[in-house]
């Protein structure tokens, strides 16, 4: 049975960093691309980053530059280190790990298998 647990989210100001870590169980994280999405008030979830089974990264843009995702085999957990956060990063961030091959668009949700149960994270002004 597989799970993902997020945490490390949290209220921080502009500019502010924050980890957000991804505890997995039942799956080995070097088997699964693992990514980052999220969902702000009103608006659809979108990509934030992902990491291939190769250790390979992608990022979207808005992002690319501030966030960086890496996973820990022995621990079985992903990181999100997200720095200079902006208002925009306002959203519930969740995990999720799918079996893509690399030709797959890492950044579409739906290729996604297993999904954590978000974490909130709040940019303050």
């Known amino acids: 049975q597989v799970q993902l647990v997020e945490s490390g989210g949290g209220l921080v100001q502009a500019g502010g960093s924050l980890r957000l870590s991804c505890a997995t169980s039942g799956l080995t994280v070097s088997d699964y691309a693992l990514g980052w999405f999220r969902q702000a008030p009103g608006k659809e979830r979108e990509f934030v980053a992902a990491?291939?089974?190769?250790?390979?990264?992608v990022y979207a843009d808005s992002v690319k530059g501030r966030f960086t995702i890496s996973r820990d085999t022995a621990k079985n957990t992903v990181y999100l280190q997200m720095n200079s956060l902006k208002l925009e990063d306002t959203a519930v961030y969740y995990c999720?790990?799918?079996?893509?091959?690399?030709?797959?668009?890492?950044?579409?949700?739906?290729?996604?298998?297993?999904w954590g149960q978000g974490t909130q994270v709040t940019v303050s002004s």
């Open positions: 999720a790990a799918g079996a893509l091959r690399y030709y797959h668009d890492h950044r579409t949700s739906n290729l996604y298998a297993y």
């Open positions: 990491i291939r089974q190769s250790g390979n990264t």
